[in-house]
């Protein structure tokens, strides 16, 4: 059975960090394009942090530039996403993402170019102000 399986969120204060985590289970990340995306009550789910395959260019979106930085570790098929400086409008449900993709852009995987195959659970972060 093909699974990412998120860990790490959790409360916060404002200013605080946080890594999120992605395992995958039954395949390899190898050959797919990842990413982070979230999703805040009464809003679209929007990419955050997205990480090509070949090229291992990344994509932040404008808001957690220079906060968030994506990483992946192809020996334990994992995604991260590190999160400092947390903000209470970072507050919302965090899903990993993958695509098959060896050259997909990243900034296509987080505008959902082509909609995700493979999805977590999603993970809940609160940032309290």
């Known amino acids: 059975q093909l699974q990412l399986v998120e860990s790490g969120g959790g409360l916060v204060q404002s200013g605080g960090s946080l890594r999120l985590s992605c395992a995958a289970f039954?395949?390899?990340?190898?050959?797919?394009?990842i990413g982070w995306f979230r999703q805040a009550p009464g809003k679209e789910r929007e990419g955050v942090a997205c990480?090509?395959?070949?090229?291992?260019?990344?994509y932040y979106v404008d808001s957690v530039k220079g906060r968030f930085t994506i990483s992946r570790d192809n020996a334990k098929n994992t995604v991260y996403l590190q999160m400092n400086s947390l903000k209470p409008e970072d507050t919302a449900v965090y899903y990993c993402?993958?695509?098959?993709?060896?050259?997909?852009?990243?900034?296509?995987?987080?505008?959902?170019?082509?909609?995700?195959?493979?999805w977590g659970q999603g993970t809940q972060v609160t940032v309290s102000s």
């Open positions: 993402a993958a695509e098959p993709g060896i050259t997909t852009p990243a900034q296509a995987m987080c505008n959902m170019d082509r909609f995700p195959g493979y």
């Open positions: 039954g395949f390899t990340l190898d050959y797919y394009v």
């Open positions: 990480l090509s395959n070949i090229h291992t260019r990344t």
